[in-house]
């Protein structure tokens, strides 16, 4: 089964660091461009990170600076560091891949940062 499958949400104060984790089963990731996307409340879904097969990564400019893609292959793990962690970063974190012309999403995990 091809599923993506996201951990590591969780509550924290603004300027504390999180890091997510995107499993990948069943596709080899280090073969796609993965992304993060998060969805605020109340507004859509935003593309804000990408890692391509190559191994270059590109990120929204709100985020730049403060969050880091990397990607174990060894493991099909793909990650996303957050640092210096504001309040509007409260949202929905999902990881994406296009594979075989369809999205794949996982489930998403919750991210709260308090001021």
């Known amino acids: 089964q091809v599923q993506l499958v996201e951990s590591g949400g969780g509550s924290v104060q603004a300027g504390g660091s999180l890091q997510l984790s995107c499993s990948a089963s069943?596709?080899?990731?280090?073969?796609?461009?993965m992304h993060w996307y998060r969805q605020r409340p109340d507004s859509q879904r935003e593309l804000f990170a990408n890692?391509?097969?190559?191994?270059?990564?590109n990120y929204l400019d709100s985020v730049k600076g403060r969050f880091t893609v990397s990607r174990d292959n060894a493991k099909n793990v793909m990650y996303l560091q957050m640092n210096s962690l504001k309040p509007e970063d409260t949202a929905v974190y999902y990881c994406?891949?296009?594979?075989?012309?369809?999205?794949?999403w996982g489930q998403g995990t919750q991210v709260t940062v308090s001021s």
């Open positions: 069943g596709i080899n990731i280090s073969h796609y461009t």
């Open positions: 890692i391509f097969s190559d191994g270059a990564t």
């Open positions: 994406n891949t296009v594979y075989i012309s369809r999205d794949l």
